[in-house]
Every structure is written in C-alpha cells, then in structure tokens.
Antibody, heavy 117, light 109 residues
C-alpha cells in the first residue's frame, strides 16, 4: 500500500514561495497514478491545487495556475509543490494524494503552512 | 466550472439512525466521476465511495452511494459513533480536474 508524507516549512512570509515535498513509500512515483496536491484553509473545505504524472505532464487549478508549479523527482521517489507570491489566504493544511482517475485514493497526513511575517 | 452543492450543511442524528447526504452539481456529471470522502478532525479525508456507488477498500457496507445526472446521494444505513464526521462529495471534470462540495457535518444529536 502506497504511503505519502508531506514535508516543508510551516511558516512562509507574505510574497514568498511555499515549497512542499511529498515522499512516496510502498510504491513508485513512476507507476500509473497521477499525484495531486489539495489544500484546506482552517475551518474550510477542500481545494484541489494540481497534479502531475511521472512523465512530467501536469494539470493545475485555473484559480492557482499562474502561481503553481508541481514537479516530480523519480530518483528520490517524490513530488513537489511550489506556490509563489503567497498571501494569508494561502494559509492551509496541504495534502498530497494519489489521483487515480477519477478520485483520490490515498492521502498523506497533511502539513500546516502559515503565511505570516 | 461545475459547482457541487451539498445539503444539509449540518445533519444531527443519533447512533442507529439512517443518514442521507445530498450532493447536487450544476451540470450533468458522469456517474464514473463522483466520489465521497469522510474527514474527521485533524485527519486527512478518507475515500469512501468512488464512481457514485463503489465502496473503497475496507469501507463497511452500511455506506452506500447512488445517483445520476446532477443528483447524488450518500447513505449511511445505521450510524455508528465513529461515523460522525464531515463528508465531502467530489467530481472529476475538465477544468479544474477535481472540485469538492462544501461539506456536510454529521453530528450526534
């Protein structure tokens, strides 16, 4: 069973770049899954950020597309999220998940990112 | 963009009762593209149902999904104490690829 673990800074300054990594264990990032990022602001619902395939193909949420980059590192069996020009509205729990079309089957535990000076 | 509206926002029931949660979409959605998740405080979402009515691995058979077109339903036949949580529906579409409903909180009456 694939397991996912998010990691990265818990505090990012406004206008800075949020960078997170999702380590994949129990499976290979090169398998047939897509790999997604989802976030959840405090007390609110879920928002899909984007996804990547091991080939490097990506799909992004249009609402975030101009600020988001998702990449994959097959040598380290992980994928990453970068979100630039962050504001307080980007404060959230960030989850990585497997995206088996058309749903997300396995989720990481999530990591909290706060945008504050 | 397809918008998902869940109702009710909060559902207050007692253990042993039946819960019916609704998810309506603004456009017709293929039944293959609807999923349901359960989320408890401090935990990630857990996949319950995919393709409208297929239970995910390890999900008890008291959970069932149904629907078509723009109306989808999650039923929990006999509520157990561990079922009280927030439930989200999700659809897969052209852009954005995944959208979620705002959630239904199932609370103990």
């Amino acid at each position: 069973q694939v397991q996912l673990q998010e990691s990265g800074p818990g505090l990012v300054k406004p206008s800075g770049t949020l960078s997170l990594t999702c380590a994949v264990s129990g499976g290979s990032v090169s398998n047939t899954n897509w790999w997604s990022w989802v976030r959840q602001p405090p007390g609110k619902g879920l928002e899909w950020i984007g996804e990547i395939y091991h080939s490097g193909n990506t799909n992004y949420n249009p609402s975030l597309k101009s600020r988001v980059t998702i990449s994959v590192d097959k040598s380290k069996n992980q994928f990453s999220l970068k979100l630039n020009s962050v504001t307080a509205a980007d404060t959230a729990v960030y989850y990585c998940a497997t995206a088996v079309p058309y749903y997300m089957g396995v989720w990481g535990k999530g990591t909290t990112v706060t945008v504050s000076s | 963009e397809i918008v998902l509206t869940q109702s009710p926002g909060t559902l207050s029931l007692s253990p042993g009762e039946r819960a019916t949660l609704s998810c309506r979409t603004t456009q017709s959605v293929s039944s293959s593209y609807i999923a349901w998740y359960q989320q408890k405080p401090g935990q990630p979402p857990r996949l319950l149902i995919y393709a409208t009515s297929s239970r995910a691995t390890g999900i008890p058979d008291r959970f069932s999904g149904s629907g078509s077109g723009t109306d989808f339903t999650l039923n929990i036949s006999r509520l157990e104490p561990e079922d009280f949580a927030v439930y989200y529906c999700q659809q897969y579409g052209p852009s954005p690829m995944y959208t979620f409903g705002q959630g239904t909180k199932l609370e103990i009456k």
